[in-house]
Structure formats: structure tokens, C-alpha cells
């Protein structure tokens, strides 16, 4: 089955850029898609398609993937981007959906 | 308003059976595919089930196959996920999801979550 790796946490400073990675075998090769998940709430969609972002989310988050990474990007981050982060693929090779273990996102 | 609202969650004994819905609103739910995702506490997200538009094509995560069912009714605009033969380890929320509707509904995204019903199993 198809693993999608993501540090267990990233802190940044606020104003900073936050880069969250998730790595996977030939993951550009992949469609992915990155969620927030905020204490206490249900995870929302951020970043569609590797890079696309639905309507209603800060051109500030951004995601890129190539070779064997996929990079969700959150330039000038807030205090508010505090959350948890999780890349998620569909692997064809078995009809399965698979997240990533997720990302603890801390603005110091 | 898209909505969608889950209901059914609960204690139930190892080995019990609960039966999980979702009701969905705001949108056109029979063109839609239709997912269940779970967070066991303090864990990370699982993929659980999906369901297409007609009901026809299903898929599960392997930990679940045999023992849950996922299936939908449009005219009630209610996606449903029946769960068998319940483990310790099926204790998590669980989360209904509307998939984006892109272009495949593989390789699509999950744009619409519920607010979650928790499922504990426990003697």
C-alpha cells in the first residue's frame, strides 16, 4: 500500500513561511490534496489538485509537487494557521485513499 | 447552505453493530460521490469508505471489508455507513465527506465534511 510521510510537526515564526512537506514514491506523479484541521473542528480543504485552492482560502496557502515531495506553502503566516495539516492521494494501485500522518503546524 | 450532519454514533460493546447517517443539504446530492473518513482520538485521519453517484461502485479500507457497508439513498439525500462485528480499535469520530466532483472521482477531493459522530467501543 502507498505511504504518504509528514514530519510530525513544523513550527514558524509569525510572518514567516511555513513549508510543510509530504513525501511519497513518485508522489509527483500523483494528484494531491491538503487539508486544515483546527482543535476540536472537522478538517477543511486547502489546497486541491497539488496546487488549486477552493474559493474562500488566502492566496497565502499554496501547494506544489514534484519528484518524490509534495509542499503545502503558507507564506506570512498567522497565529490563526495554527493546526494540523494532512496530504491525502487516491493510490490507483488499489483503489484505496490514503492520508499522510498529518502535521502539527505551531506559530511560535 | 451545503450541510452535511452525521448522526448514529455512540457506546456500543465489542462485537456490537451501529449504524451511522448522513444527511446532506444545500446541494444536489445524488451527483455526487460520497465518502466516510475516521479519527481515532488523538490520531490522524483514515480513509474509511466511498460510494459513487448510483450506489454501484463501493470501496473500503482493508481493516473494515466484511464487517462495515456503505450505502446511500438520494431520495432521502442520506449517505449511510452500517458497522459489524465493532472492534476497540473502530473507536474514532467519524466524518462524512462530499467528493469535490472534479474532473475522475478518484483522484478527487473531499471539499464538504460533516461535523463528525463519535463511535466508542467498549466493554
Same mark, same amino acid.
Request: charged letters at 15%.
Given at each position: 500500500?502507498?505511504?504518504?510521510?509528514?514530519?510530525?510537526?513544523?513550527?514558524?515564526?509569525?510572518?514567516? !513561511?511555513?513549508?510543510?512537506?509530504?513525501?511519497?514514491?513518485?508522489?509527483?506523479?500523483? !494528484?494531491?490534496?491538503?487539508?486544515?484541521?483546527?482543535?476540536?473542528?472537522?478538517?477543511?480543504?486547502?489546497?486541491?489538485?497539488?496546487?488549486?485552492?477552493?474559493?474562500?482560502?488566502?492566496?497565502?496557502?499554496?501547494?506544489?509537487?514534484?519528484?518524490?515531495?509534495? !509542499?503545502?506553502?503558507?507564506?506570512?503566516?498567522?497565529?490563526?494557521?495554527?493546526?494540523?495539516?494532512?496530504?491525502?492521494?487516491?493510490?490507483?494501485?488499489?483503489?484505496?485513499?490514503?492520508?499522510?500522518?498529518?502535521?502539527?503546524?505551531?506559530?511560535? | 447552505?451545503? +450541510?452535511?450532519?452525521?448522526?448514529?454514533?455512540?457506546?456500543?460493546?465489542?462485537?456490537?453493530?451501529?449504524?451511522?447517517?448522513?444527511?446532506?443539504?444545500?446541494?444536489?446530492?445524488?451527483?455526487?460521490?460520497?465518502?466516510?473518513?475516521? +479519527?481515532?482520538?488523538?490520531?490522524?485521519?483514515?480513509?474509511?469508505?466511498?460510494?459513487? +453517484?448510483?450506489?454501484?461502485?463501493?470501496? @473500503?479500507?482493508?481493516?473494515?471489508?466484511?464487517?462495515?457497508?456503505?450505502?446511500?439513498?438520494?431520495?432521502?439525500?442520506?449517505?449511510?455507513?452500517?458497522?459489524?462485528?465493532?472492534?476497540?480499535?473502530?473507536?474514532?469520530?467519524? @466524518?462524512?465527506?462530499?467528493?469535490?466532483?472534479?474532473?475522475?472521482?478518484?483522484?478527487?477531493?473531499?471539499?464538504?465534511?460533516?461535523?463528525?459522530?463519535?463511535?466508542?467501543?467498549?466493554?
Amino acid at each position: 500500500s502507498y505511504v504518504l510521510t509528514q514530519p510530525p510537526s513544523v513550527s514558524v515564526a509569525p510572518g514567516q !513561511t511555513a513549508r510543510i512537506p509530504c513525501g511519497g514514491n513518485n508522489i509527483g506523479r500523483k !494528484t494531491v490534496h491538503w487539508y486544515q484541521q483546527k482543535p476540536g473542528q472537522a478538517p477543511a480543504l486547502v489546497v486541491y489538485d497539488d496546487s488549486d485552492r477552493p474559493s474562500g482560502i488566502p492566496e497565502r496557502f499554496s501547494g506544489s509537487n514534484s519528484g518524490n515531495t509534495a !509542499t503545502l506553502t503558507i507564506s506570512s503566516v498567522e497565529a490563526g494557521d495554527e493546526a494540523d495539516y494532512y496530504c491525502q492521494l487516491w493510490d490507483s494501485s488499489n483503489d484505496h485513499w490514503v492520508f499522510g500522518g498529518g502535521t502539527k503546524l505551531s506559530v511560535l | 447552505e451545503v +450541510q452535511l450532519v452525521e448522526s448514529g454514533g455512540g457506546l456500543v460493546q465489542p462485537g456490537g453493530s451501529l449504524r451511522l447517517s448522513c444527511a446532506a443539504s444545500g446541494f444536489t446530492f445524488s451527483s455526487y460521490w460520497m465518502t466516510w473518513v475516521r +479519527q481515532a482520538p488523538g490520531k490522524g485521519l483514515e480513509w474509511v469508505a466511498n460510494i459513487n +453517484q448510483d450506489g454501484s461502485e463501493k470501496y @473500503y479500507v482493508d481493516s473494515v471489508k466484511g464487517r462495515f457497508t456503505i450505502s446511500r439513498d438520494n431520495a432521502k439525500n442520506s449517505v449511510y455507513l452500517q458497522m459489524n462485528s465493532l472492534r476497540v480499535e473502530d473507536t474514532a469520530v467519524y @466524518y462524512c465527506a462530499r467528493v469535490r466532483g472534479g474532473r475522475s472521482p478518484y483522484d478527487d477531493a473531499f471539499n464538504i465534511w460533516g461535523q463528525g459522530t463519535m463511535v466508542t467501543v467498549s466493554s
